[in-house]
C-alpha cells in the first residue's frame, strides 16, 4: 500500500470511528481496511454502507467549517401568533455553502462551549441570509446585538436513501444483477416500429428495439458524446413502450432536476397530459422557466407545493422524478410489481448507490435468484459531469465513478469489439456517435480534448442558422471569444463573484440577438442561454434581463445545463484575477469551472447555432483547455478584443 493510500485509510478510520454511526468499533474498521479495493460484487454491500458511512461523516465535518458566531436579528411578530422570526446573515450562502433549505434545522449556543444547544428550522431562505424560527424557551432569552455560535445542520435525506437503496438490493439479492455476465440473453427479433423521430438514425432505432425486447435481462447502456442523440433515445424508447406495450408503466429519472425537466419537456410534446406526470420532491424542482410543466407536476398554479397520494402517482403510464425522489416511491408503498421499465438519463452524473435509488425496492425481483423482472435503461457520458463525491476515502474505493462507467469499463458484455473500431454487442450497449447539436465550429475543441476526434459533427439546418450571421468576425465560424478586461468583485465576505462589465458584454449581445431575424427565422428568448458559474452573475444578469423584459432567457450554472440544449449560449466566465489570488475560496466551496475539465466540456457543448463566450482571455490562457478554446478562435480570427497570444502548444 503506498503512502498516500495509507494517510487516505487512516483519514477514514478516523472519521469513521469519531462518530456514533461507527458500528462494532475498531474490529469493524480493520475488518473494513481489509475490503479490497475498489468497488467488487463480493464486497458490494459492505464497502458501499462503509463509504457511505465516511461521506455522511465527511459532509458532517465539513459543514463545520460554517460554524458562525454572529449576533440575529429579531422579525417581530412574523406569525398570526404572534411568534418571532430572527434573521440570520450568511454570506456563503450566495454559494449554497453550506446549502440550506426551508425545514433545515440549525444549532444555536449561547457560548461556544455551551451544552445547551437551541434547536432553530430554517422557515425562509434569502439570497445571503435565512429567516430562523425558534420555541419560546429561545424566545423568552433572546439577546439583540449578542453573538451566537451557530452550527448548521444537513440534509441526510440523500444519504439515508442511498443506504436504504443500497440495503434493500442486498436483501433482495439482485447486486449480481449489475455485473451480468455474457450468457445473460438470446436473441429474439423484434417486431418493425413506426417512429415517432422518423430523424432516428439507425444506431439509435437498433437501441430503441433493442430496449423494447421482451428478452432484455441485463440494464441496457447507451453512451457517447454530448449532442449524439442519447435523451432522444430514451425519449422515443419510452415513447414505444407506453405506445406499443399496453401494459407497460415506466419511470423515467434524472439525477438533477433540470435533466428529468429536460426529458418531461420532450415528452410532453407528444404524450398526452393525462398519461404523464413529472413528480418533484419539493419546491425547488420546478424550473419556473418550464411554464408547461408545472400542468404535469405538483404544483398548484399559484406555484405552492403538494404532496400527491400513491394511488394519484400511480395512475400514470410514466412517471418522471430525480433518484432521489424514486425513493418516496419505496416508502410509500407503490407497489413491487407496478413498474415494468427504469431509465435513468444522465446515468453518469450519479455514483453507484444513487443509480440503486428508483430500481431496489421499486422493480420486483424473483426471490428465489434475485433476478430483477422489469428492464433497466442507464444513458450518459462518463466524459461530462460526475457525481460530487466529498471524502478522499470514497474516492479511492472508486465511488466516483458511477455505475453506467463501471459496467463499461469492467464488464465484458459492454465491451468494445476488438476486432473493430467502434463495435460493440447491440443486444445490450449502444454508443452513439453522430452529433446533431453542434455547428462543427462549435465541437471541434470538445472533440480533440475529451473524445480522440470520434464525435462525427452532423450540421443540420439549424446549426446553420448563424453561420453567416453579420456580427461574426469570420463567415461561417460561428463563435466568438469576447475579451473583456471587467472587474470580478464580491459583495462583502460573500464567496461568489460578479462582473459588470461582462454583464454589459453579454446583455448587448442577448439584445442583439433576442426578436432578430437570422437566416430567415425569428430568434426568440426562450433561443438563447446563458451560463455562468457563480450564483451572484446569475442573480444579476437575471436582474438585467428583467429590466428589459427578456426575462424568458436561461440562465444558469454548468449544473443547470447539463442535458439542455439552446440555439444560441453565451459564456460568461467572470473572473479577472489570476486563479492563484482566489484559489482558496474556489476550492473550499468547490466553485466555478474555469479549472474543471467537464464543467467547460459541458459549458462548450450546449450551443447549437453560436456559442460566444465572454471572459478574460489573460487569464483563461492560465488553463490548457481555455488556451486551446482562445488559440482555435484566434487562429480562426474569432477574438474580439486586444489580446496577446503566446505562440501555440497545440
Ligand atoms: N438522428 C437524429 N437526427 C437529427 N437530429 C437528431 C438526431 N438525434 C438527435 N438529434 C438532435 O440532436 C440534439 C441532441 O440530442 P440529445 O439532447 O438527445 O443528445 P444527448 O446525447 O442526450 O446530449 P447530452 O450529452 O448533452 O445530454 C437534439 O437537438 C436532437 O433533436
Ligand atoms: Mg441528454
Request: glycine letters at 6%; charged letters at 25%; a positive charge.
Amino acid at each position: 500500500m503506498s503512502q498516500r493510500v495509507q494517510k487516505i485509510m487512516e483519514n477514514a478510520k478516523l472519521i469513521y470511528s469519531s462518530t456514533e454511526t461507527a458500528g462494532n468499533g475498531p474490529e469493524d474498521i480493520s475488518r473494513m481496511l481489509k475490503v479490497n479495493l475498489p468497488i467488487t460484487q463480493d464486497n458490494y454491500t459492505h464497502l458501499l454502507m462503509k463509504i457511505l458511512d465516511v461521506e455522511e461523516n465527511q459532509i458532517k465535518i465539513d459543514i463545520r467549517n460554517y460554524d458562525m458566531h454572529a449576533p440575529m436579528k429579531l422579525v417581530p411578530n412574523a406569525f398570526k401568533t404572534g411568534s418571532h422570526l430572527y434573521k440570520l446573515k450568511v454570506p456563503e450562502l450566495a454559494e449554497a455553502r453550506p446549502s440550506l433549505l426551508p425545514y433545515d434545522s440549525v444549532y444555536v449556543k449561547i457560548s461556544k462551549n455551551d451544552k445547551v444547544k437551541y434547536q432553530g428550522v430554517v422557515h425562509k431562505v434569502l439570497e445571503t441570509a435565512v429567516l430562523l424560527g425558534f420555541n419560546y424557551r429561545f424566545e423568552e432569552g433572546f439577546i439583540a446585538k449578542k453573538k451566537y455560535y451557530i452550527e448548521f445542520g444537513f440534509n441526510r435525506r440523500p444519504i439515508r436513501v442511498e443506504k436504504q437503496a443500497v440495503s434493500l438490493a442486498n436483501k433482495h439479492n439482485i447486486i449480481p444483477y449489475f455485473y451480468p455476465t455474457s450468457e445473460a440473453m438470446d436473441s429474439r427479433i423484434p417486431e418493425t416500429l413506426n417512429y415517432f423521430n422518423e430523424s432516428l438514425n439507425d444506431e439509435q432505432k437498433i437501441a430503441v428495439k433493442n430496449i423494447m425486447n421482451r428478452d432484455l435481462n441485463v440494464p441496457y447502456l447507451i453512451f457517447g458524446p454530448p449532442g449524439t442523440g442519447k435523451t432522444v433515445t430514451v425519449v422515443e424508447a419510452v415513447l414505444q413502450l407506453w405506445k406499443m406495450r399496453s401494459t407497460s408503466r415506466i419511470l423515467v429519472c434524472a439525477p438533477s432536476n433540470a435533466a428529468t425537466n429536460e426529458i418531461a419537456t420532450r415528452l410532453i410534446e407528444v404524450m398526452p397530459k393525462s398519461e404523464l406526470f413529472r413528480f418533484v420532491g419539493n419546491i425547488y424542482g420546478n424550473d419556473n422557466k418550464m411554464v408547461r410543466l408545472t400542468k404535469i407536476m405538483n404544483v398548484h398554479p399559484d406555484g405552492t407545493f403538494y404532496m400527491p397520494s400513491m394511488e394519484q402517482l400511480l395512475e400514470y403510464r410514466v412517471l418522471l422524478t430525480t433518484l432521489v425522489t424514486a425513493a418516496r416511491l419505496v416508502n410509500g408503498g407503490a407497489p413491487k410489481d407496478h413498474f415494468t421499465h427504469v431509465f435513468i438519463d444522465e446515468a453518469s452524473y450519479a455514483n453507484e448507490s444513487q443509480t440503486l435509488i428508483p430500481i431496489a425496492g421499486i422493480l420486483s425481483h424473483d426471490d428465489r435468484n434475485g433476478h430483477i423482472k422489469g428492464k433497466i435503461i442507464l444513458a450518459g457520458d462518463p466524459r461530462q459531469l460526475g457525481a460530487l463525491v466529498h471524502s478522499q476515502f470514497a474516492r479511492l474505493c472508486g465511488y466516483g465513478k458511477s455505475m453506467l462507467e463501471r459496467l463499461l469499463d469492467t464488464c465484458e458484455l459492454y465491451a468494445r469489439d476488438e476486432k473493430c473500431e467502434n463495435c460493440y454487442d447491440q443486444r445490450y450497449v449502444t454508443k452513439l456517435l453522430k452529433n446533431y447539436r453542434s455547428h462543427r465550429t462549435i465541437l471541434t475543441i470538445p472533440n480533440r480534448l475529451f473524445y480522440h476526434n470520434e464525435l462525427i459533427p452532423c450540421d443540420t439546418e439549424l446549426s446553420e442558422i448563424f453561420a453567416n450571421w453579420q456580427q461574426l468576425k469570420t463567415p461561417g465560424f460561428p463563435m466568438i471569444f469576447h475579451h473583456v478586461e471587467g472587474v470580478d468583485l464580491r459583495e462583502e465576505t460573500s464567496p461568489s463573484f460578479f462582473n459588470v462589465q461582462e454583464i454589459e458584454q453579454v446583455m448587448e449581445y442577448v439584445t442583439e440577438i433576442v426578436n432578430s431575424r437570422v437566416s430567415g427565422m425569428h430568434i426568440t428568448q426562450g433561443h438563447v442561454g446563458i451560463i455562468t458559474p457563480y450564483r451572484k452573475q446569475v442573480e444579476k444578469l437575471n436582474k438585467a434581463l428583467d429590466k428589459k423584459n427578456m426575462d424568458k432567457v436561461l440562465v444558469g450554472s454548468v449544473e443547470q445545463f447539463q442535458g439542455k440544449e439552446k440555439l444560441v449560449i453565451i459564456i460568461s466566465t467572470v473572473r479577472s484575477k489570476n486563479f492563484a489570488e482566489y484559489e482558496k475560496i474556489d476550492q473550499k466551496c468547490q466553485l466555478g469551472f474555469l479549472r474543471n475539465p467537464k464543467r467547460f466540456n459541458v459549458a462548450l457543448t450546449r450551443a447549437k447555432a453560436l456559442l460566444v463566450v465572454v471572459g478574460n482571455g489573460k487569464v483563461l490562457q492560465d488553463d490548457y483547455n481555455w488556451r486551446s478554446f482562445i488559440r482555435y478562435c484566434f487562429d480562426n480570427k474569432s477574438v474580439v478584443g486586444k489580446l496577446f497570444l503566446p505562440p501555440s502548444d497545440t
